[in-house]
């Protein structure tokens, strides 16, 4: 039986969906416990999950899982809230900021899948000993307001001595998703890009990779795995067995070489050739994108309400217990 995945692309502001059969498997579903999966955007920042995904690790654990593009942390809170999908995938932030707003229905993290960002800062000219220093006087095209990738950039920019109020320009007008186009059109003298969009400007000679912010941030919990507290009660067998296949799916990545882990999450990225995508996965693996473990340390969870802190986006710091559970990433490790 063909299982299907629900992705929906975001490209020059026009959004379309399609649902595209991307493994054959010999499998019956109907035999299987069905949970819809919701991911904040659909990335190679995210390989492990799909080679997990494609090589069937799900199902050998049970699970018949549908994946679902939501474009947002916002809306991934939502398909849980809704409950239109059992498990997310996003930033921890966000069920801190539903925590500090009194959710009934506390949203946990149980399995921590990126140790550190995923994008990277953009010039227009190759700069081999860059300084982020240079950015000083400098417009550089970054993210909205309060999401992650800005605050992480605003987080390195003040470790390293520039105010990102006054010592540069940021430019937050324009849509996540447009700003490599904006970039080549001539905006800006920098820009911070995830992937696809940092090797696409390589490739078209339009811009180069400077610095990571991965890198200069240090480790930092990006994105995890969280659902209601309230299904993790009722479910917690299916936790446990979702949170096996992608401990999995982090194990093959990391003891394959970037061009097998590509060749395996090749279906789901039709719109990009083998070698781009090849070239993306050693990217990340080489900077040490993705944990070993699943499980959700308490010294990341730290720094990441020391970047919300810093931000101005915390309104008070949440305990560590109150919203990472750990019990089935160490069972899965």
Same mark, same amino acid.
């Given at each position: 039986? @063909?299982?299907?995945?629900?992705?929906?692309?975001?490209?020059?502001?026009?959004?379309?969906?399609?649902?595209?059969?991307?493994?054959?498997?010999?499998? !019956?579903?109907? $035999?299987? =416990?069905?949970?819809?999966?919701?991911? /904040?955007?659909?990335?190679?920042?995210?390989?492990?999950?799909?080679?997990?995904? +494609?090589?069937?690790?799900?199902?050998? +654990?049970?699970? !018949?899982?549908?994946?679902?593009?939501?474009?947002?942390?916002?809306?991934?809170?939502?398909?849980?809230?809704? #409950?239109?999908?059992?498990?997310?995938?996003?930033?921890? $932030?966000?069920?801190?900021?539903?925590?500090?707003?009194?959710?009934?229905?506390?949203?946990l993290n149980f399995a921590q899948l990126t140790q550190r960002a995923g994008n990277f800062?953009?010039?227009? $000219?190759?700069?081999? *000993?860059?300084?982020?220093? *240079?950015?000083?006087?400098?417009?550089?095209?970054?993210?909205?307001?309060?999401?992650?990738?800005?605050?992480?950039?605003?987080?390195?920019?003040?470790?390293?001595?520039? #105010?990102?109020?006054?010592?540069?320009?940021? !430019?937050?007008?324009?849509?996540?998703?447009?700003?490599?186009?904006?970039?080549?059109?001539?905006?800006?003298?920098?820009?911070?890009?995830? +992937?696809?969009?940092?090797?696409?400007?390589?490739?078209?000679?339009?811009?180069?990779?400077?610095?990571?912010?991965?890198?200069?941030?240090?480790? /930092?919990?990006?994105?995890?795995?969280?659902?209601?507290?309230?299904?993790?009660?009722?479910?917690?067998?299916?936790?446990?067995?979702?949170?096996?296949?992608?401990?999995?799916?982090? !194990?093959? /990545?990391?003891?394959?070489?970037?061009?097998?882990?590509?060749?395996?999450?090749?279906?789901?990225?039709?719109?990009?050739?083998?070698?781009?995508?090849? @070239?993306?996965?050693?990217?990340?693996?080489?900077?040490?994108?993705?944990?070993?473990?699943?499980?959700?340390?308490? #010294?990341?969870?730290?720094?990441?309400?020391?970047?919300?802190?810093?931000?101005?986006?915390?309104? =008070?710091? /949440?305990?560590?217990? +109150?919203?990472?559970?750990?019990?089935?990433?160490?069972?899965?490790?």
């Open positions: 039986m @063909k299982k299907r995945l629900s992705v929906f692309f975001l490209t020059t502001g026009l959004l379309f969906s399609s649902l595209t059969p991307v493994s054959t498997l010999a499998a !019956d579903t109907s $035999e299987l =416990e069905s949970v819809t999966l919701s991911e /904040v955007a659909h990335s190679i920042f995210y390989a492990p999950q799909y080679v997990a995904y +494609e090589q069937g690790y799900f199902i050998d +654990e049970g699970l !018949d899982v549908t994946i679902t593009t939501a474009f947002g942390a916002d809306k991934v809170m939502a398909a849980l809230l809704s #409950d239109s999908a059992e498990i997310g995938l996003m930033g921890c $932030e966000s069920t801190i900021y539903a925590y500090n707003e009194g959710a009934a229905d506390t949203i800062l953009i010039a227009r $000219e190759p700069i081999s *000993d860059f300084k982020w220093s *240079d950015l000083k006087d400098h417009t550089v095209l970054g993210g909205r307001k309060g999401g992650m990738p800005e605050m992480v950039f605003e987080y390195i920019l003040k470790n390293n001595g520039l #105010d990102p109020a006054t010592d540069l320009t940021i !430019d937050q007008s324009i849509d996540f998703g447009s700003t490599g186009a904006a970039f080549t059109s001539g905006l800006g003298d920098f820009t911070v890009e995830f +992937e696809p969009s940092a090797t696409a400007l390589e490739k078209e000679g339009a811009g180069y990779v400077v610095a990571s912010l991965g890198v200069d941030s240090g480790y /930092v919990p990006y994105t995890s795995y969280c659902c209601k507290s309230s299904y993790l009660d009722a479910h917690s067998d299916v936790v446990q067995k979702f949170t096996n296949a992608l401990q999995k799916g982090v !194990d093959y /990545v990391l003891t394959h070489t970037p061009e097998e882990t590509a060749s395996v999450i090749a279906p789901q990225f039709a719109e990009s050739d083998l070698d781009t995508i090849t @070239k993306i996965v050693d990217r990340y693996h080489s900077q040490d994108t993705w944990k070993p473990s699943l499980i959700f340390d308490q #010294d990341h969870f730290t720094t990441l309400q020391d970047i919300l802190e810093s931000a101005g986006e915390l309104t =008070e710091r /949440v305990p560590y217990e +109150e919203l990472i559970v750990t019990d089935y990433a160490d069972q899965a490790s």
